[in-house]
């Protein structure tokens, strides 16, 4: 038993020994050298950049998808490259700070970049981290996640180095998987799949996971690089590759959907059935801007500067008409037409010869010799202000001497059967 007694004591004195540079004296031990971060057995804390911060310590920066950190390392006396270190945490932006023999550490925001902070007797020495250390890694955007359809899923992220995107199965059990880049933003064949604008200012990624002419591209735009991060590569602009406009999608009601574009050949409409399992299709275009008569449907102006989607799927004369303006052309693109806009149609005008009554036939007729009736014998006569040549004077005279004639023929008889 004294034997196992006086073992442990010399166990504990001799790693006491061991210990004291570093829980009393690490401040005061000599400065070690610049170099590699020592490395403790099953850890990975020689990972980073290494520097030092005040005699037995260190801290080794590196940078993760999380952003830029610092891990600080008590070193032993002696060799401080080799002799094994211990750490004592890991700082991050806006993290908790360290406290080690009197230091206060810290890893703060400085302008574009990061410092450590070493603060002891109220004196702070700041040590910026060296440049070049912030790298992609540290500026990856979070990751857009996108539901294409037909089982695919795409995580969509932004680094120095570009747009990517990594299509995958949404079956957690399939390997498959397809990575689309800034230098390589086409897919294969099996799917349309692309970049658009890879090296621009705001990529795009369009895909179409079901094929036919009538189902439209879906797209959507990247995140952002995160603050104080910029691309690796010069920014320019690709050229629209066909110069067709985005898709603007419009509900017409009745089951019925449009689907409008424009053009350098000029505005587009793709009329189709809400239902995916019907085949139902109308296309309208510039020169063909009427649709049949099943459903109203045009596009006023269509060679105009601002042509308009107008559509009535519901009957009746109370019922109003549906308006749509169509998308932009994209930038750098022009109509492959003279643009001319579309003249109303004229309104028509009321006819310029108007009936003329009996109340007003002599100021119509003015300058004619033949005597027009009067009270009982001209009552619903009407006489048209255009016809007043002499055929009709004449034709007019001779009923009145007609007239006249029956009146005394009747007259005559009459004296005749009394005498």
Same mark, same amino acid.
């Given at each position: 038993?004294?034997?196992?007694?006086? #073992?442990?004591?010399?166990?504990?004195?001799?790693?006491?020994?061991?210990?004291? &540079?570093?829980?009393?004296?690490?401040?005061?031990?000599?400065?070690?050298?610049?170099?590699?971060?020592?490395?403790?057995?099953?850890?990975?804390?020689? =990972?980073?950049?290494?520097?030092?911060?005040?005699?037995?310590?260190? #801290?080794?920066?590196?940078?993760?998808?999380?952003?830029?950190?610092?891990?600080?390392?008590?070193?032993?006396?002696?060799?401080?490259? +080799?002799?094994?270190?211990?750490?004592?945490?890991?700082?991050?932006?806006?993290?908790?700070?360290?406290?080690?023999?009197?230091?206060?550490?810290?890893?703060?925001?400085?302008?574009?970049?990061?410092?450590?902070?070493?603060?002891?007797?109220?004196?702070?020495?700041?040590?910026?981290?060296?440049?070049?250390?912030?790298?992609?890694?540290?500026?990856?955007?979070? *990751?857009?996640?996108?539901?294409?359809?037909?089982?695919?899923?795409?995580?969509?992220?932004?680094?120095?180095?570009?747009?990517?995107? *990594?299509?995958?199965?949404?079956? &957690?059990? %399939?390997?498959?998987?397809?990575?689309?880049?800034?230098?390589? @933003?086409?897919?294969?064949? =099996?799917?349309?799949?692309?970049?658009?604008?890879?090296?621009?200012?705001? &990529?795009?990624?369009?895909?179409?996971?079901?094929?036919?002419?009538?189902?439209?591209?879906?797209?959507?735009?990247?995140?952002?690089?995160?603050?104080?991060?910029?691309?690796?590569? @010069?920014?320019?602009?690709?050229?629209?590759?066909?110069?067709?406009?985005?898709?603007?999608?419009?509900?017409?009601?009745?089951?019925?959907? =449009?689907?409008?574009?424009?053009?350098?050949?000029?505005?587009?409409?793709?009329?189709?059935?809400?239902?995916?399992?019907?085949?139902? %299709?109308?296309?309208?275009?510039?020169?063909?801007?009427?649709?049949?008569?099943?459903?109203?449907?045009?596009?006023?102006?269509?060679?105009?500067?601002?042509?308009?989607?107008?559509?009535?799927?519901?009957?009746?004369?109370?019922?109003?008409?549906?308006?749509?303006?169509?998308?932009?052309?994209?930038?750098?693109?022009?109509?492959?037409?003279?643009? +001319?806009?579309?003249?109303?149609?004229?309104?028509?005008?009321?006819?310029?010869?108007?009936?003329? +009554?009996?109340?007003?036939?002599? #100021?119509?007729?003015?300058?004619?010799?033949?005597?027009?009736?009067?009270? %009982?014998?001209?009552?619903?006569?009407?006489?048209?202000?255009?016809?007043?040549?002499?055929?009709?004077?004449?034709?007019?005279?001779?009923?009145?001497? =007609?007239? *006249?004639?029956?009146?005394?023929?009747?007259?005559?008889?009459?004296?005749?059967?009394?005498?």
């Amino acid at each position: 038993m004294r034997t196992a007694l006086r #073992a442990s004591v010399a166990t504990a004195v001799l790693a006491g020994a061991l210990l004291a &540079p570093v829980a009393g004296t690490a401040y005061a031990a000599t400065a070690p050298k610049a170099g590699p971060a020592a490395s403790v057995a099953g850890s990975d804390h020689e =990972a980073g950049t290494r520097i030092n911060i005040a005699p037995g310590f260190v #801290a080794v920066v590196r940078h993760t998808a999380g952003g830029p950190e610092a891990e600080i390392l008590a070193l032993g006396s002696g060799q401080p490259d +080799t002799f094994p270190t211990r750490s004592l945490g890991v700082l991050t932006p806006g993290g908790p700070s360290i406290s080690a023999n009197g230091l206060e550490l810290k890893l703060v925001k400085s302008g574009k970049g990061h410092v450590l902070t070493a603060t002891k007797d109220g004196k702070t020495q700041s040590f910026p981290l060296p440049e070049g250390t912030s790298g992609p890694a540290d500026c990856v955007s979070d *990751v857009k996640k996108v539901d294409l359809g037909a089982g695919i899923l795409a995580d969509l992220t932004i680094s120095p180095k570009g747009p990517q995107v *990594v299509m995958h199965s949404a079956d &957690p059990s %399939s390997t498959w998987s397809q990575t689309l880049t800034r230098t390589n @933003p086409k897919g294969s064949d =099996a799917y349309f799949a692309r970049i658009n604008n890879p090296s621009g200012a705001k &990529p795009v990624f369009e895909w179409k996971t079901q094929g036919g002419p009538n189902v439209p591209s879906g797209f959507e735009t990247f995140p952002a690089l995160p603050k104080g991060c910029t691309p690796g590569y @010069p920014v320019h602009d690709d050229k629209p590759a066909s110069c067709v406009s985005d898709v603007k999608k419009v509900d017409l009601g009745a089951g019925i959907l =449009a689907d409008l574009t424009t053009s350098p050949k000029g505005p587009q409409v793709v009329m189709h059935s809400a239902d995916p399992s019907s085949t139902w %299709s109308q296309t309208l275009t510039r020169t063909n801007p009427k649709g049949s008569d099943a459903y109203f449907a045009r596009i006023n102006n269509p060679s105009g500067a601002k042509p308009v989607f107008e559509w009535k799927t519901q009957g009746g004369p109370n019922v109003p008409s549906g308006f749509e303006t169509f998308p932009a052309l994209p930038k750098g693109c022009t109509p492959d037409y003279r643009v +001319t806009e579309e003249t109303p149609a004229p309104k028509p005008e009321p006819s310029a010869t108007k009936p003329v +009554t009996g109340t007003n036939v002599s #100021a119509q007729t003015t300058g004619q010799t033949t005597v027009v009736p009067q009270g %009982s014998v001209a009552a619903g006569a009407e006489i048209a202000s255009e016809d007043t040549d002499d055929s009709i004077t004449l034709a007019a005279g001779a009923g009145l001497l =007609a007239v *006249v004639a029956a009146v005394g023929a009747t007259v005559l008889r009459r004296r005749r059967s009394h005498g």
